[in-house]
């Protein structure tokens, strides 16, 4: 069964960059899905590391953590 989707100009060239010789955009969709798919949040683990932006924001969270006063 053949579904007609609508894509806005920057995804259909995205989409179109990812296309390789001889692949419809079928394949490349399924292609992308099933990568998509097998991802775990722990392949995210770690990903900050070496990001100064990212690491000072923990700081201040872990700064304001120690000021915070809690409630029991």
């Known amino acids: 069964m053949v579904k007609v989707i ?3 100009d ?8 990812l296309k390789v010789e001889d692949e419809s955009f079928s394949d490349v969709v399924r ?4 990568k ?3 991802k775990s949040f722990l392949d ?5 590391k070496g990001d100064k ?5 923990f700081e ?10 809690f409630r029991f």
């Open 10 to 17: 920057d995804a259909y060239q995205d989409l179109k960059a």
């Open 60 to 69: 201040n969270v872990i700064e304001d953590r120690k000021k915070a006063k």
């Open 53 to 57: 932006e990212l690491s000072k924001i």
């Open 31 to 34: 292609r992308v899905v099933e």
């Open 6 to 8: 609508s894509l806005s």
């Open 36 to 38: 998509e798919k097998g």
């Open 44 to 48: 995210l683990a770690g990903s900050w």
